[in-house]
Every structure is written in C-alpha cells, then in structure tokens.
C-alpha cells in the first residue's frame, strides 16, 4: 500500500474554475502536510503546509485538512493556464527528524 | 521562504566519468538535506539524507559507493555521481531543512534541479 496516494491525471479544467486535488495518506500520526507545485521540467515549489483540521486559505490556494479521513485536498479558485503543472502532496509524520513521503502528484491541466 | 542553489543546473558527460553536483543553502543553515532522483513523468525518488558532519543515509536500492555524499557544512552538500552510465542520466534536486532550534524543521526547501545527461 502506498503511503500518499494521488490521481495522476490528468485533471483538466477550463480556466476560471475551481480546480480539486486530493490526496490520502496511511501513517495516522502524520503530523505536516504540504502541497508543492512542479512545472514540467522543473523542481518543486512550495505552495502550502497545513497541521491542523480544516481549511487554510492563502490567495487562489485552499488546503483542506482531515486527519479523521486521513485526507488533503488543494482546491485552486479561479484557476488559470499558468496553474498547469504537477502537483505533489507531502506527507510527515510527528517530530522534527521525520521524513517527508511525497505522493506521486496530480497533473493539472488548465483550458483556456 | 528559504533558497536553496544547485550547480551545476545541466551537465553532459561521457561513460565512466564522475560528476559532482553541489547543494546550496543560501540564506539558512541546513542541518540536514536530501538529495533526490527523478526520472521523465516519474516522481520524486529519495536517494539519501545527508547530515552536517556525519555519514549519509542512503535509501534501499541506492548504491554508496556510486552516489557518494559530502555534507561538510551547514550550507553546502556534494553528490558526486562516480563512473557514470547513461542509467545515470536523470533530474537530480536537492532539498535542505533547518533543525536547529528555532529553525523551520518542518518545512522542505527545493533547489532547482541539476539535469545530468551521461552520453
């Protein structure tokens, strides 16, 4: 079983629209969660973290938290052609020195 | 957010030689950084974790001997790829966090990525 699991894609949306990533994880004491962004050909950036349940909004970026679920999403409002890229879902469990898991992304795809 | 550097950003070599590739951190310190591997429309593959002054941790499947690690400060670590094959050739990015109290440990700052064509 893997420990963060993501669609791959593709996720295609017309621009303007709320796109929806989601992403499970398996270790329930996973404490730090994060969304990065890869533009093909490119290294990942961070995009958000999140620790605690519930929403946390920043811009366009809505990150979803249930660790009940042992669940995260990324929602992206009013999304855009330069939204198109892969989108990776980090997962690490409590402490410090934990490694981070990363999912094997979602690639979005934006229509204009 | 922090920066993290890498150089060089592409490098082309023949068979059988070694290639280093350096990881920056440039406005932290990095007690510990991880080198990874990515191949075309793959993700991202933990090679090792290197920390400051001691001996890198290297993920099962990942040879030591042909991937050697050099963490000898808190902002620069090494990736030398030894006598490499063009199975070598893929997209190697480095990541740094803090550790040190009052740093970000939670967080994981990418470098750019070091693309590493062996002909």
């Known amino acids: 079983q893997k420990e963060v699991e993501q669609n791959s894609g593709p996720l295609s949306v017309p621009e303007g629209a709320i796109a929806s990533l989601n992403c499970t994880y398996s270790?329930?004491?996973?404490?730090?969660f994060f969304w990065y962004r890869q533009y093909s050909g490119k290294s990942p950036e961070l995009i958000m973290s999140i620790y605690s349940n519930g929403d946390k909004e920043d811009g366009r970026f809505t990150a979803q938290l249930n660790k009940a679920s042992q669940y995260v999403s990324l929602l992206i409002r009013d999304s855009q052609p330069s939204d198109s890229a892969t989108y990776l879902c980090a997962v690490k469990g409590s402490g410090g020195y934990q490694k981070v898991t990363f999912g094997t992304g979602t690639k979005l795809q934006v229509i204009p | 957010g922090a920066v993290v550097s890498q150089h060089p950003s592409r490098v082309i070599c023949k068979s059988g030689t070694s290639v280093k590739i350096e990881c920056r951190s440039l406005d932290f310190q990095a007690t510990t950084m991880f080198w990874y591997r990515q191949f075309p429309k793959q993700s991202l593959m933990l090679m090792a974790t290197s920390n400051e002054g001691s001996k890198a941790t290297y993920e099962q499947g990942v040879e030591k001997d042909k991937f050697l690690i050099n963490h000898a400060s808190l902002t620069l670590s090494t990736l030398t790829v030894t006598s490499a094959h063009p199975e070598d050739s893929s997209f190697y990015i480095c990541?740094?966090?803090?550790?040190?109290?009052?740093?970000?440990?939670?967080?994981?700052?990418f470098g750019p990525g070091t693309r590493l064509l062996v002909l």
């Open positions: 990541s740094a966090r803090d550790f040190r109290a009052g740093g970000d440990a939670e967080t994981q700052y």
């Open positions: 270790d329930r004491v996973s404490q730090s």
